[in-house]
């Protein structure tokens, strides 16, 4: 990673006032956005959107035939390129033979993604930005930091200061006072120009017309008061029928500000009249800008079906501490990520695409259904096939393959304390174990692992009265609960064994994959899933259950993904077979319970406590309500933290690749933790224990953290 | 009847939850009374700066236009660029209302409709109790977007949380929104006169011919 690239993150993570005002937000934003859809179904609307917006990209160039037959019928002249420049010449000519001297624009992301204000600054021509933000940012010489509110990175301080140097001097930090100062100052500008341009939310074919959404009243006036107003609308503002803007502005306005409904909402069909009586010119530029290249690759498809709500930033746990301009460039967080790659360059995206812990918040959130974290990834694997494999990464990936060799190393480094960290070639490792960090304690790597005390364990299986016959689960491990809780793995099979299932550890069982998948190194994840299968067996058991959600993911998912993109389809039947079989822990537990198979002991002293919502288990697997009801059940009494489903900031690799954010990112999980009082946190996934507990740990802390697993096994029958 | 006042009520709720000041009245002679004391209070006289435009209401006769000026000297029902970026209220007809998001909506393609709500500060809006609809897609169906050439919907005062999310009112367009729900009011065009564009489209059309 690049120093300045390290250090913009440092400089983000230091300026107080980033970390304050976005995390204050973040938190304000889910709750309102919560009460926003509030009697709305959520999930259906959103399928709806996704609908009519993936339709719309499968067909970009017949709906703009579309649009522009019927706009031009009406009076609109259209102008339609691929060309990002182009778009700049059509505007800045239009503008020279009108002669225009000055311009207003509403806000316009398709605008900044050309620079076109540079453009036609360059030439003379005087241009203000009006919505409030996008001014303050303007006057200030910066870049939108948030594509809904673009000068959120700024104090109040700060917006008066730069009036003062800007426009007028003496300009104080009241919020009101500033709000008043830039309605007065850009009154006179509204009146004068003689171009406004404005982008636009939706461009609707069938009737040729334009959705333009605000809430400060600036495109209003933009639209009405110049003579001549140009919309630069990118191809995927298309829908085909007018009906359908319904289910769009349903979800925008309460997935971006948690409003009903904007302020002001326009539907632009025609030129109408202008203040002297003749008729406006009105010019819509449709611009594809790779657009329709995005639209046909089978992956990126998706990316299209943004509204560019923002809701994605709002949530994700590395915007709300770096802000936006860490990203670079005119779109921000992981969306803006993904945007960026194909409006700009693949490699420009090189580096960002790294910020994303791939925790998943975005995409629960996401009105245009787009699963953001895995079109990141999908930019991480394109990034390492166009660059290769670094020797040294794949050196260190037959290191982790090879589970003997892998637990030697690792002990090695354990007991040494710190020999390897400074190495580049463990670096590339899923060193997390071994890693020394500031900010959190370390598991000391067992001395045998679960591979070896599993043989050790005398099972006792007590085949259950309602079981139809006698059932075997193999045990998947995963590195950490195989190298460093042993005692975990002990606990799986314990109660296992009570509910009547026998459990084998098939000893070819290796790395699930997910550190390579996760450094876009395909290949060897493809190499994991093959050999994993082959050692799992998974026509002989009954059930394959592993401990560690990232793992039951890579299972019962991934496998399946890294085949088919890496071309083993040969393999795909015998990947699917294994992922009927595989189910996550607390899911089998909880059937075997509803099944009366396992029963809870008697009289369990009750006990309060907190649960921790590992990413995997909730947002991939959907089980995040399992452990918490079997806790319950069991007789103890839960008291949910804060944003108990917000990451903690491990990520794999990730706290070791950046721990500059994985430490803050885990700081305040501990926060809420804290702030829950009780004695205990469970965990579904040992990552987020091997983070929160040595975290703790760190602080001193007296609260205990478990795998829900082994509380399970204390309380069975 | 109940039906009605249900839906009157969630609209009012509604729109006031953003800023919206609403005001329900029988009849019209009683909503100008209304409209006039507001005006009154807001100090409208025929001065500079003080005055307010009136855009065409379906609804307004030109004998209601003649006694409002009395009443209140100061109102222009004359609406240009100038007179309406002098002005401190605008006053407008709204064509449907959306109990659901406490919107009003209006089609918009004659410029002093805009005028009159975008430049002063206090903009009015009446509004028929009977065009309230229930929400977006009962509107949608509702108007032929191929007849419209600028809808404009209107949800509360003018907004911005620029600085530091604080929420301020009144930026670029009204900083107060003052709903009139009329029972008994001349229901507005429902199928709009054609456009000045869609004339000079459909010459051209007849031209190309
Ligand atoms: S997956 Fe998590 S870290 Fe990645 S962009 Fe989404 S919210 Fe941010
Ligand atoms: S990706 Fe989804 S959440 Fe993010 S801006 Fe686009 S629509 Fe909104």
């Known amino acids: 990673m690049n120093a300045e690239f390290k250090q913009s993150i440092l400089d983000a993570l230091n300026n107080p006032n980033l970390a304050g005002a976005l995390g204050r937000f973040s938190e304000a934003y889910r709750t309102s956005r919560a009460k926003a859809y509030q009697g709305i179904d959520f999930e259906s609307l959103r399928t709806e959107i996704a609908a009519v917006k993936s339709d719309a990209a499968g067909r970009f160039e017949e709906l703009a035939d579309m649009f522009q037959r019927n706009a031009e019928a009406r009076g609109t002249k259209v102008f339609r390129t691929s060309d990002p420049h182009a778009v700049n010449q059509y505007i800045l000519k239009l503008a020279m033979d009108r002669g225009v001297t000055s311009i207003v624009k509403s806000k316009s992301m398709a605008s900044e993604e050309i620079h076109l204000n540079a453009h036609l600054e360059a030439a003379g021509i005087e241009v203000s930005e009006t919505d409030l933000g996008e001014w303050i940012i303007q006057l200030a010489g910066q870049r939108p930091s948030h594509m809904v509110m673009p000068a959120i990175h700024m104090t109040k301080e700060e917006v008066a200061d730069t009036f003062s140097d800007k426009v007028e001097d003496g300009q104080q930090p009241d919020i009101p006072q500033l709000v008043k100062f830039a309605r007065n100052k850009l009154r006179p500008k509204f009146l004068a120009a003689e171009m406004g341009i404005t982008g636009a939310n939706i461009a609707v074919a069938e009737t040729g017309s334009i959705v333009i959404i605000t809430n400060e009243g600036n495109a209003r006036l933009v639209t009405t008061l110049p003579k001549i107003h140009v919309a630069i609308v990118g191809l995927e503002k298309l829908i085909e029928r007018f009906k359908d803007i319904a289910p769009i502005l349903t979800a925008l306005p309460r997935s971006a500000t948690a409003q009903l409904l904007t302020s002001y909402v326009s539907i632009i069909g025609a030129p109408v009249p202008n203040t002297d009586g003749s008729p406006k010119e009105l010019h819509i530029i449709l611009m594809d800008n790779r657009r329709n290249e995005m639209s046909r690759d089978p992956r990126f498809k998706q990316a299209l079906q943004c509204i560019r709500c923002a809701s994605c930033l709002n949530v994700c746990p590395v915007f709300s501490l770096v802000g936006g301009h860490v990203f670079g460039k005119v779109y921000t967080g992981g969306i803006g990520t993904i945007l960026t790659a194909w409006f700009d360059a693949l490699k420009q995206s090189d580096e960002i695409q790294s910020l994303c812990i791939q925790c998943g918040a975005c995409k629960d959130v996401c009105p245009g259904k787009i699963d953001i974290p895995d079109l990141v990834l999908e930019l991480r694997r394109r990034l390492a096939v166009e660059q290769g494999q670094p020797l040294v990464q794949k050196a260190a990936f037959s290191i982790v393959n090879n589970r003997r060799a892998f637990h030697t190393v690792l002990r090695a480094a354990s007991i040494a304390q710190k020999p390897f960290a400074k190495d580049g070639f463990i670096r590339h490792l899923p060193m997390f174990l071994t890693e020394m960090t500031e900010f959190r304690s370390l598991p000391s790597i067992a001395s045998h692992p679960f591979r070896d005390v599993f043989k050790k364990i005398k099972q006792e299986v007590r085949p259950h009265a309602t079981q139809p016959k006698p059932e075997k689960a193999a045990f998947f491990a995963g590195c950490l609960l195989d190298f460093a809780y042993p005692e975990m793995g002990e606990a799986v099979v314990q109660v296992l064994n009570k509910a009547g299932i026998e459990v084998v550890f098939p000893e070819g069982q290796t790395c699930c994959g997910a550190p390579a998948r996760y450094s876009g190194a395909y290949e060897v994840a493809s190499q994991n899933a093959l050999d994993n299968i082959r050692a799992l067996r998974a026509d002989e058991v009954t059930y394959v259950v592993s401990a560690c959600p990232t793992c039951t993911v890579g299972l019962q998912h991934d496998f399946v993904a890294n085949l088919e993109s890496t071309g083993h389809t040969d393999a795909l039947p015998a990947a699917r077979a294994l992922a009927e079989k595989v189910v996550d822990f607390s899911t089998l537990v909880n059937s075997l319970v509803e099944q009366g198979r396992l029963k809870f002991k008697d009289g369990i002293a009750p006990q309060r406590f907190t649960y921790h919502d590992s990413c995997h288990l909730k947002r991939t697997l959907r089980a995040e309500q399992t452990p918490r009801k079997l806790m319950q059940q069991a007789g103890y009494e839960l008291v949910e933290m804060q944003q108990a489903d917000m990451c903690c900031g491990m990520g794999g690799s990730y706290t070791l690749k950046l721990p500059e954010l994985s430490a803050p990112i885990l700081e305040r999980k501990l926060v809420h933790i804290e702030q829950a009082g009780v004695p205990l946190v469970l965990i579904d996934c040992p990552g987020c224990v091997m983070q929160i507990r040595g975290g703790l740990d760190k602080r001193g802390s007296t609260i205990k953290v478990e795998l829900t697993a082994q509380r399970l096994a204390e309380n069975f029958q | ?209």
């Open chain 2, 1 to 209: 009847m109940t039906a009605i006042t249900a839906t009157f009520e969630d609209f009012k709720l509604r729109a006031e939850a953003v800023g919206a000041q609403v005001e329900k009245v029988p009849n019209k002679s009683a909503a100008l009374d209304f409209i006039a004391g507001v005006l009154l209070r807001e100090g409208i006289a025929d001065a500079p700066g003080a005055r307010a435009v009136w855009a065409h209401c379906p609804a307004i006769s030109s004998a209601d236009r003649e006694q409002l000026t009395a009443r209140v000297p100061g109102i222009q029902f004359d609406v240009t660029r100038d007179n309406a970026a002098q002005a401190i209220a605008g006053i407008s007809q709204m064509d449907w209302a959306l109990a659901d998001t406490g919107t009003v909506v209006q089609i918009a393609d004659t410029v002093d409709q805009r005028l009159v709500s975008t430049l002063p500060a206090l903009h009015i809006a009446l509004v028929s109790t009977a065009s309230i609809l229930p929400n977006l897609p009962a509107l949608l169906s509702r108007v032929d977007p191929r007849k419209t050439g600028y809808l404009a919907f209107i949800t509360g005062p003018s907004r911005t949380a620029d600085i530091e999310r604080v929420l301020t009112i009144g930026v670029h367009g009204p900083a107060r929104l003052v709903i009139v729900m009329v029972d008994e009011l001349p229901s507005n065009k429902i199928a709009p006169e054609k456009t000045t564009s869609d004339k000079i489209a459909s010459e051209k059309m007849a031209v190309s011919q």
